[in-house]
């Protein structure tokens, strides 16, 4: 059975941090490439960070310069760094593999308070 278990989010003020955390099991995790998601209220979900197998990276133009996404494969965890946190950063985040099947976490609450 595959699972993404996330951790991580929560209320933060303005400017401030936080760090999301995704653990998969039942696949084989290096071979997948590895992404984050959010969706906020009233919108369609978003692509806002991709990891591949390779370890290369790509962000949305709204979180360049703010977001880091990284991977452990040891660990079978990425990550989400996210700083400099503003209020429309607002939103359910969602990690995602990809490549054999598309498997979801269950979602992260992210509120950024102005």
């Known amino acids: 059975q595959v699972q993404l278990v996330q951790s991580g989010g929560g209320l933060v003020q303005f400017g401030g941090s936080l760090r999301l955390s995704c653990t998969a099991s039942g696949i084989t995790f290096y071979a997948y490439n590895m992404y984050w998601y959010r969706q906020a209220p009233g919108h369609d979900r978003e692509m806002v960070a991709q990891?591949?197998?390779?370890?290369?990276?790509n962000y949305a133009d709204f979180v360049k310069g703010r977001f880091a996404i990284s991977r452990d494969n040891g660990k079978d965890t990425i990550y989400l760094q996210m700083d400099d946190l503003r209020p429309e950063d607002t939103a359910v985040y969602y990690c995602?593999?990809?490549?054999?099947?598309?498997?979801w976490g269950q979602g992260a609450q992210v509120t950024v308070a102005s």
């Open positions: 990891i591949t197998r390779d370890g290369d990276t």
């Open positions: 995602r593999a990809g490549g054999y099947g598309s498997f």
